[in-house]
């Protein structure tokens, strides 16, 4: 059996060939480091730099990716009785050189890799010293764009040109901060006979029978074993055949009337546990286990009379894609605990999601993220890693591609939530829409990877799993790549230079990205700026606002709806309400057209750090006014009014659930007094998976004041909403106090009731300005007169109720205009 030993302890960090000077020079000589790391984390550990997301700390530490770094061990060594021990690095950051007891083993050019070093004649006993030297990155990049020539990008730096995270070189949300570092798993692996070199799976289902093919690539030493065997085992089903000579060796285990997987929201999850064992009679040599999930995937992109579908079929179900796009969850993803991902993961589905998109300027993330994403249903959109640049298909940087491509081909495989592989994002509209094509001239630019080279590694390693070219991408480089009608699309001329009610004007297939800016939540952010005064233009906020014209757009993007901010607690409140509404109109508006559309991807969940930015969910972990938005607009069964064409007004039923569905309720036009001017009642069954439209009667649909009336929503089975026929600048909204009444601390949650004489709107609670871990359910509420709405918060402790029902943490549209 393979023998493991983590080399995890007793690790330093020095910096090498620094000119004298530089802050490099003017380290310890040796400093304590942390494997799995980097060496902005040991640096900050062991007190030498200040930490890089507060204030202005990042425009300090642009040295450390320009400098040489090189980690030490000992490997106290006794010896092994098997007959080979490899050196394994799951994962070197990124330009690396292993020596041990003085001799190379061996050089490394890709984050994205795992590495195996045979060290059997090298180790001694007793002490063995290790090193690997941590070349920069930049020199690197840099030297390979000398050496094949500059290629377009959407950024001024050459991460096209190595093999490593795209976003550490900065994005228009995230930090420049250039890692180096052992930033995975290293370890010693002692095997004898053989050795399971490559695992290859594919489950699918046959009728009611699960089917697990799996095919393996074994290495061995010394002489062939006449009775070595592959067993493979699940669900108590097993299969063994015979594991003589070279190739490829493959075996089939059926599993009868299995229980299947299914996407959160369609039904169980169910897991068994896959065991592949290599065996000489009855030594088991390696073994590898995996949990799997028996289920089919489909995408749909038929062609049909309005272009071409992109739909996802699950188990031969069409499945609507609640979605949104995920960047790494830090900088440095070594710190990204299995706890930290299932928080973000549950976040995703407490926002009603069903699919997380991992972005091809992020990383392949860790085995753990997928694991819990099996678990618990959520479907995974696997990007390759090329983003927003045109990347050279020449050595060296050819070869990287396609043994990293065939490395996490083969890690990711086995995950019953993946069910989608995505050449690149953004690259091949890039070629169509940003210039390159006179700039290129006939050199490469990536797509060969999109359209060979990807395919053909996921055709092979991975057949059960869909595979698309692009994101953004229409099937056909004779359309063009962002064409609505056929493919997924991405939108972004609505935050970069239109209103968000553009959104409107699209009749996408699938949108893989759209998204809107919002600050992150004001503990987030006054923890991690401290700028006196703090305004949205002081030094602080400029340098946490990475987008081109940043705050410009947040001010453009709001005028035509909300009221002019007064203070920065007023900016605050009003930029993350417009981020939530331009979300929730995009995303209500295209799952009206269910049918004709088949998802959304929203940018973006997550961020990596305390920053303005695309996420629902702030650097800190803690929710925005837009994950509640996307909770509401993402609900399985939604009630949502929405423009027709002849100029009217529809409801629009939304049942995204494997039943039926029967709505029955009101849609009564209220004055802002609380009373009532029309009413229409309904009673419809939604059909599974489906919608239907309902026009609204022109006597609700058509108001005496478009100022002062609103349309009140309640069907049974949805969220209550409301409908106003005015911006909310433009509306009657008068000053009111808020009848506040908030009840008891009881296990944890307290309850605040809010009531008022007049209509009021926009109402938002910010529990995290009294304590930062508190939150509350819902926002961007509506109070209408003549009832109570209800909000929960939750602390850890029983929070102040003087300040909890008070300006600034109580907010509303009307106290804005009031004044």
Not at 117 to 136: C, I, M, W
Not at 144 to 172: C, H, Q, S
Not at 417 to 436: A, K, P, Q, Y
Not at 781 to 799: H, K, M
């Amino acid at each position: 059996m393979t023998i493991s030993l983590p080399l995890a302890t007793g690790w330093t960090l020095s910096a090498v060939d620094a000119a004298p000077g530089t802050p490099a020079a003017a380290l310890p000589a040796e400093i304590p480091a942390t494997v799995p790391g980097t060496v902005h984390t040991d640096l900050l550990a062991a007190g030498l730099i200040d930490d890089p997301y507060l204030d202005l700390n990042e425009l300090k530490d642009e040295w450390i990716g320009r400098t040489t770094w090189v980690y030490r061990t000992t490997i106290e060594w006794q010896g092994s009785a098997e007959e080979r021990t490899d050196l394994v690095f799951d994962g070197l950051d990124t330009v690396a050189v292993v020596t041990l007891n003085g001799v190379e083993i061996g050089r490394t050019f890709n984050q994205h890799r795992t590495y195996r070093f045979d060290v059997t004649a090298l180790l001694q006993p007793g002490a063995n010293e290790l090193e690997v030297r941590f070349d920069s990155a930049w020199d690197y990049a840099e030297g390979v764009i000398a050496e094949l020539g500059d290629l377009p990008n959407a950024y001024p730096t050459p991460f096209g040109f190595i093999r490593k995270m795209a976003a550490n070189f900065g994005w228009d949300w995230g930090p420049q901060l250039v890692t180096a570092g052992i930033w995975k798993e290293a370890r010693l692996e002692s095997w004898s006979g053989a050795r399971l070199a490559e695992v290859r799976t594919a489950v699918t289902l046959d009728g009611t029978t699960g089917v697990a093919r799996v095919t393996v690539l074994l290495e061995t030493v010394g002489a062939d074993v006449a009775d070595r065997v592959l067993a493979v085992e699940v669900a108590g089903q097993r299969v063994e055949v015979p594991a003589t000579g070279a190739g490829l060796i493959e075996a089939e285990v059926r599993v009868p009337d299995v229980a299947v997987w299914w996407p959160h929201g369609m039904g169980e999850q169910p897991l068994h546990d896959l065991t592949v064992e290599v065996r000489d009679g009855a030594d088991v040599r390696d073994a590898w286990t995996r949990r799997i999930g028996f289920r089919t995937v489909e995408l749909d992109t038929r062609e049909d009379a309005e272009g071409s579908a992109f739909t996802f079929v699950i188990n031969g179900v069409p499945l609507f894609i609640r979605g949104a796009n995920w960047i790494p969850d830090d900088c440095f993803p070594s710190r990204i605990t299995p706890e930290r991902y299932r928080d973000r993961i549950e976040q995703s589905i407490g926002a009603n999601l069903n699919l997380l998109r991992v972005w091809g300027g992020g990383i392949y993330e860790r085995d753990e993220f997928y694991d819990i994403c099996d678990e618990l249903g959520v479907l995974t959109w696997q990007d390759f890693l090329f983003a927003c640049a045109a990347y050279p298909e020449e050595e060296p940087i050819r070869s990287e591609v396609i043994a990293e491509a065939r490395d996490n081909v083969l890690r990711l495989s086995s995950h019953a939530s993946l069910v989608l592989w995505n050449g690149c994002n953004e690259n091949i509209w890039g070629w169509f829409d940003w210039n390159w094509q006179s700039e290129l001239g006939d050199r490469t630019w990536g797509l060969g990877y999109y359209t060979e080279v990807l395919p053909e590694v996921v055709a092979e390693l991975d057949p059960t799993t869909p595979y698309w070219a692009g994101s953004p991408f229409s099937g056909s480089m004779e359309v063009h790549a962002n064409e609505p009608s056929r493919g997924n699309m991405h939108i972004w001329d609505v935050w970069n230079r239109v209103d968000y009610t553009v959104y409107g004007d699209y009749r996408p297939r699938f949108v893989s990205e759209f998204g809107f800016q919002g600050p992150p939540t004001w503990s987030t952010l006054t923890r991690a700026i401290h700028d006196v005064p703090l305004t949205p233009d002081s030094p602080g906020m400029l340098l946490h606002q990475k987008a081109e014209d940043g705050n410009g757009k947040l001010l453009r993007g709001m005028a035509p709806h909300l009221p002019e901010a007064r203070s920065m607690e007023d900016w605050h409140y009003l930029t993350q309400l417009n981020q939530s509404r331009a979300i929730v109109f995009g995303t209500e508006w295209y799952r009206s057209q269910r049918g004709h559309c088949m998802g959304t991807i929203v940018w973006q969940i997550n961020d990596c750090w305390p920053v303005t930015s695309w996420a629902a969910v702030d650097g800190d972990g803690r929710r925005k006014p837009l994950w509640h938005g996307l909770r509401r607009a993402n609900a399985e069964r939604i009630a949502t009014v929405q423009p027709t064409d002849d100029g009217g007004l529809a409801l629009v039923l939304v049942n995204d659930s494997r039943e039926s569905w029967q709505a029955a309720g009101a849609l009564r036009r209220l004055g802002f007094g609380g009373d009532e001017r029309a009413v229409q009642s309904l009673s419809v069954e939604v059909p599974a998976l489906d919608r239907v439209s309902v026009a609204l009667t022109a006597d609700v649909a058509q108001p005496g004041d478009a100022r002062a009336e609103f349309v009140s929503v309640e069907v049974s089975g949805a969220r209550p909403s409301s409908h106003v026929f005015a911006e909310d600048k433009d509306l009657a909204l008068a000053a009111t106090d808020l009848g506040v009444v908030i009840g008891p601390w009881v296990d944890g949650r307290q309850t605040v009731e809010l009531t008022a004489d007049v209509f009021v709107r926009g109402v938002c609670l910010f529990p995290d300005r009294i304590d930062p871990a508190a939150w509350v359910d819902d926002s961007d509420v509506d109070v209408i007169p003549g009832r109570t709405t209800v909000l929960t918060v939750e602390s850890a402790a029983p929070l102040d109720p003087s300040a909890l029902g008070t300006h600034p943490v109580l907010r509303s549209v009307n106290d804005v205009i009031a004044g």
